[in-house]
């Protein structure tokens, strides 16, 4: 068989921050791929404002890098499991993984959601020991973990034989000691383990056509672009070819445009063969997982699996008193289209109509993955509102089932209590507790994904900020017939629309946790703040102080209100109740009843009572 041995296509996978994508960057520059005056920004690969901001990948890019005789392909994938859609079908493309593990953190919820998805592709796996220069890192042990975590997971012989590199991504050092004294100011070891143990793709050049899609990109100018590896054959431009689609049917089209990728640019080719991987433009229609192949020989690849979406909310066109003021696309015309754009290019998202033709269901794999769409909206101008997410559940065998989630938990000692009793209420099991000796410990639950819905917040508060968590989907399990998580506390809405005033703020702070500042407009139905108690309360938070012409003894102490709790986008869906929307605008986020006016909520909250006692 003969191999392509001039090429390497490998797929850099780890837990969120734990730094691949600073280590492709110095890949990138230590290869031989940039001129001497590119300087590069940090985190060049992630070229999406929100990804610069927030230091995660969201989309999976690709790269390739010359290093000596060799093309080396590099995929840059998520670490969030919300965006494991990307990872899956990544792995598809490459034929093997550089794995890369904290030296201290170790293995990781997403460290063991990414490399599963590596080892049931029967992929070779390179580790490698990233941040070796911290005081606090401990390598022979993460080495240790991430062995266990390949056992567990069933790794074959040759996948536990893998080779380990400690680096510092980010001072663009690495060794194959874990000696961090012995570091060198180079990414030569890593470059030379993929050439050496990550295989060749097979050169099947002169046999038909077999192009599969597996990432999707959109451009005004040329369309849909499907970005995907070449498994037989080779493509021109100019050919007519035929895609299979997943339904079944075939469609024909020529190929307008190929992109080869080189350094961080997309650059144009006329050909491509067996292992490259490529962008093509020219199909109006195609869909991931989908086959391109010769007209006259028509052989389909397996279609690739896409993860189910786990949880979805109601997208409404924005009715508030406010509507219209602030943004720039407000119709149910622009929002359709926009969301329907998004289905270009994520596929593990769903979009469904409604009764209402003001209202929409978004189907997606997490908090996260809904709230980046969000706030992508809102900055490109859109005005909208949110209901509260709900998980997505499901008949299987005949049993309700709900999505549950794996969740690591790493806290001082101090505050392992509070988090298992907190997790316990929302119907958490404890799998595993490891204590690590410096006062840390790690608790490892599977709970309902439902259960976690709202809790980051408490849980940041309930450890001082010292806690981190992260979880990704485990499994659908049959549904825990309880009521879990929720917000505790009521809700202080606003009776009246005005200006918040200082007067009325200082009056309602005794009551609980105010969201707003003076002078922020509010109106009737609009939430204010979060009630000590676990009633709403009505508030009036407009109202002025009475101007009299006598004065008092202390007329010149200033008035001091406490600094209000301003809520991010974040936040404020954890925040939201089943009676409540999230109004998001390019310039607010606002929180609001679904039903305005007082007595009329009463009243329906009152009809909704007796409709269950019945």
Not at 319 to 334: L, M, Q
Not at 417 to 436: F, N, P, T
């Given at each position: 068989m003969k191999y392509r041995n001039d090429i390497r296509n490998v797929a850099i996978i780890a837990h969120v921050d734990h730094g691949k994508t600073t280590l492709v960057d110095e890949m990138l520059k230590q290869s031989d791929t940039l001129d001497s005056h590119v300087r590069l920004q940090e985190r060049a690969m992630d070229s999406n404002a929100l990804e610069q901001e927030r230091g995660i990948t969201i989309l999976a890019k690709n790269t390739a890098v010359n290093y000596q005789d060799y093309k080396i392909n590099i995929m840059d994938t998520p670490g969030h499991a919300d965006f494991g859609g990307e990872v899956e079908r990544i792995m598809k493309m490459v034929d093997g993984v550089v794995l890369v593990v904290d030296a201290y953190e170790g293995t990781m919820p997403q460290t063991r959601f990414v490399l599963k998805k590596a080892l049931e592709q029967h992929l070779i796996p390179i580790v490698v020991v990233n941040k070796i220069d911290k005081p606090s890192a401990r390598p022979a042990e993460v080495v240790d973990e991430v062995l266990e975590l390949f056992i567990e997971l069933g790794a074959d012989e040759d996948q536990l034989e893998f080779p380990v590199i400690y680096a510092s991504a980010i001072n663009g050092t690495s060794s194959l000691s874990d000696d961090p004294a012995e570091q060198e100011h180079t990414m030569k070891p890593i470059f030379d383990t993929i050439v050496e143990k990550i295989p060749a793709p097979v050169d099947n050049s002169d046999e038909p056509l077999q192009f599969q899609v597996s990432l999707l990109d959109y451009n005004d100018y040329v369309g849909r672009i499907g970005i995907g590896r070449i498994f037989r054959g080779k493509i021109k431009v100019g050919d007519q070819v035929s895609v299979l689609k997943l339904d079944g049917s075939v469609k024909n089209f020529r190929v307008t445009k190929i992109f080869g990728f080189f350094g961080l640019q997309r650059l144009e080719v006329d050909e491509a063969k067996a292992g490259d991987l490529i962008a093509v433009s020219g199909m109006e229609d195609i869909f991931v997982g989908e086959t391109v192949t010769p007209v006259d020989q028509q052989d389909a690849l397996p279609i690739l699996h896409i993860d189910e979406p786990t949880l979805q909310m109601t997208f409404l066109v924005n009715?508030?008193?406010?509507?219209?003021?602030?943004?720039?696309?407000?119709?149910?015309?622009?929002i359709e289209e926009r969301l329907m754009s998004e289905l270009h290019t994520d596929v593990s998202l769903k979009v469904e109509q409604t009764d209402s033709p003001d209202a929409w269901t978004v189907s997606g794999r997490g908090e996260l993955h809904l709230s980046i769409l969000i706030e992508n909206m809102r900055r490109e101008g859109y005005e909208l509102q949110v209901s509260r997410p709900e998980v997505i559940e499901k008949m299987i065998d005949g049993v309700k089932c709900e999505p549950f989630e794996r969740v690591q938990i790493d806290t001082?000692?101090?505050?392992m209590?509070?988090?298992?009793?907190?997790?316990?209420?929302?119907?958490?099991?404890?799998?595993?507790?490891?204590?690590?000796g410096n006062g840390q410990v790690r608790l490892i639950f599977l709970a309902p994904a439902r259960g976690l819905l709202g809790f980051t917040t408490e849980f940041l508060s309930m450890t001082r900020g010292y806690g981190i968590m992260s979880h990704t989907f485990d499994q659908y399990l049959p549904m825990i017939q309880a009521i879990i998580g929720g917000r505790r506390n009521g809700a202080l809405v606003s009776v009246d629309t005005g200006k918040a005033?200082?007067?009325?703020i200082m009056s309602v702070e005794e009551r609980g946790t105010v969201f707003v500042e003076p002078g922020t407009d509010v109106y009737e139905g609009m939430i204010v703040g979060e009630n000590s108690r676990d009633k709403d309360l009505g508030v009036n938070i407009i109202k002025a102080k009475q101007m009299t012409n006598v004065r008092s003894a202390n007329k010149d102490q200033t008035s001091v209100i406490k600094r209000p709790k301003i809520l991010t986008l974040e936040e404020s869906l954890e925040f939201l109740g089943d009676d409540e929307y999230c109004e998001v605008t390019p310039e607010s986020i606002r929180l609001r009843k679904q039903i305005l006016n007082k007595a009329e909520r009463e009243k329906a909250a009152k009809k909704k009572k007796n409709l269950e006692a019945v």
């Open positions: 009715n508030s008193p406010f509507a219209g003021r602030e943004g720039k696309f407000v119709t149910s015309r622009k001082p000692e101090e505050y209590g509070s988090v298992i009793e907190a997790l316990g209420q929302r119907k958490a099991e404890m799998q595993d507790m490891i204590h690590s005033t200082t007067y009325s």
